[in-house]
């Protein structure tokens, strides 16, 4: 049974860091990542990992925001924090033959 744990979401001001991290079992993920949804929004991807090594950044994010792996477990550090990353972030982890698996969402709010 496949569970993505995830956790570090909170309020935060603008130019603040936050930590996500999302705790994968039950198969082996070839990509883990992490995706995120706004108000009114779709869901669009923020980060992902492939292999450990390959990194790919949504252009919003890249210089602040930074993917890594260990493991099982994917952390997403967060810096200077804008009132547009404000959202419902999810842990997004796939398996070969591309099926994809979703953790339940953790808000991450930047606001004064």
């Known amino acids: 049974q496949v569970q993505l744990v995830e956790s570090g979401g909170g309020l935060v001001q603008p130019g603040g860091s936050l930590r996500l991290s999302c705790a994968a079992s039950g198969k082996i993920f070839v990509r883990m990542g992490w995706y995120r949804q706004a108000r009114g929004n779709q869901r669009e991807l923020v980060a992902a990992i492939t292999g450990g090594i390959s990194t790919v950044y949504a252009d919003a994010v890249k210089g602040r925001f930074t993917i890594s792996r260990d493991k099982n477990t994917v952390n997403l550090q967060m810096n200077s924090l804008k009132p547009e990353d404000t959202a419902i972030y999810y842990c997004?982890?796939?398996?070969?033959?591309?099926?994809?698996?979703w953790g339940q969402g953790t808000q991450v709010t930047v606001s004064s």
């Open positions: 997004n982890a796939m398996v070969p033959g591309a099926y994809e698996y």
